[in-house]
């Protein structure tokens, strides 16, 4: 075991370009980096927003392999760069496979890639699933935050979907100070409707736990409502379940029928992320032929150059940015290091000479 510090921090000093170590993460560190950490991690998605926004990153297109023998499945990798005071490059590379769910695992199981700037060498690689769930609760909690600013903050949570990203919304939200009177669950599966409802038992949560027969029940009794499914295409399409204009995180982005978003005020992460892969604001362009349903994206709203009305339901719809995962993990990466517990692999990298 060997520690050291950040290749991309010893890259801003004067040296010669060195391979650095590599190092392994596994889950469990991953986990302890992040735990209790619920407000740090949503200043660092915040932060990275705001670098994105202003040009300090590159997140270029994710791309899909999907397969024609199991075509629920699918591995998606997410190049970027990201700039300012932890300048990192790198990929994640994750996996959806829904059917793991009827074996008792996760549906989704990644990696993550850290690179150095200097060298391009890889210098660790991450478990990354625990990271896409922390970054896509970070940015989900920060959207509840902002977007329910100039309206009563919600007192009833509602969550279609109970799976790990439930969980770590609930978790971020809760971590970041909010509380609620109600917390509804609906979930197709009975049994993860259960485990969901014994998982915020032993949270410790005070708040009144209802697991509703119907989607249409929780929205309606539901002022910020979480939609963290599987659906592949839209399930939800009658705007009068949303009368009430609550704030909807959109997570897993495919729910909403278009006629829902042409009736909402539309925040999403990036503009040209989103509008792809049949996502929902996707199907929602190529109905309308334009795209004057969205009001902007996280950071104009962070920025003052979007409001969001209290009078129309708000929805905010992420794609999910590779930059927010290599912010995240280099956020860990540089704990782990700190705590003098981080695992470097000797001599992993062999044929270091140009010329034997």
């Given amino acids: 075991m060997t520690t050291v510090r950040s290749p991309a921090t010893e890259s ?7 391979v650095p170590p590599f190092a392994v993460i596994p889950g469990a560190q991953v986990q302890e980096a992040l735990r209790g ?6 200043e660092v998605v915040e932060e990275t927003y705001r670098l994105h ?17 199991r075509p629920s499945s699918r591995m ?8 300012g005071g932890s300048q ?5 590379w994750i996996s959806s496979f829904p059917g793991n769910v009827t074996s008792g695992i996760p549906r989704a199981s990644a990696v993550l890639i850290l690179n150095d700037p200097a060298t391009g060498y890889p210098f660790a690689c991450l478990e990354s699933s625990i990271i896409s769930a922390g970054r896509t609760a970070a940015s989900a909690a920060s959207a509840a935050d902002w977007l329910s600013r100039g309206r009563p903050r919600p007192l009833r949570v509602g969550f279609i979907g109970t799976g790990l990203i439930a969980r770590y919304i609930h978790t971020f939200l809760e971590g970041t100070g909010w509380s609620f009177d109600d917390i509804g669950v609906h979930d197709l599966s009975a049994d993860s409707a259960a485990g ?5 038992e032993q949270s410790g949560t005070t708040s009144r736990i209802t697991v509703h027969d119907s989607a249409e029940d929780l929205v309606r009794l539901s002022d910020l409502v979480v939609f963290a499914t599987v659906a592949a295409e839209p399930h939800v399409s009658d705007p009068s379940w949303f009368a009430h204009n609550p704030v909807v995180l959109h997570v897993s982005l495919r729910d909403l029928a278009p006629r829902i978003l042409l009736a909402s005020t539309n925040i999403v992460d990036d503009i040209e992320h989103c509008l792809r892969a049949a996502t929902s604001p996707h199907l929602t362009e190529q109905l309308t032929g334009n795209r004057g349903f969205l009001h902007g994206t996280l950071d104009d709203v962070m920025a003052g150059r979007a409001t969001v009305p209290a009078d129309r339901p708000a929805v905010f719809s992420p794609f999910g940015l590779g930059v927010l995962d290599l912010a995240v ?13 981080l695992r470097t692999i000797d001599n992993f990298f062999h044929e270091l000479r140009r010329y034997g």
């Fill in 76 to 83: 998606i990798a997410l190049p970027a760069s990201i700039g």
């Fill in 329 to 341: 993990g280099k956020y860990v990466y540089d704990e782990v290091a700190r705590s003098g517990d």
């Fill in 196 to 200: 969901f409802r014994l998982y915020l």
């Fill in 12 to 18: 801003a000093m004067p040296r010669q370009p060195a």
């Fill in 88 to 92: 990192v490059d790198g990929v994640k």
């Fill in 37 to 42: 950490r619920e407000k740090q991690i949503v």
């Fill in 53 to 69: 926004a202003a040009g300090d990153s590159v997140n270029p297109p994710s791309s899909f392999l999907r397969f024609p023998d």
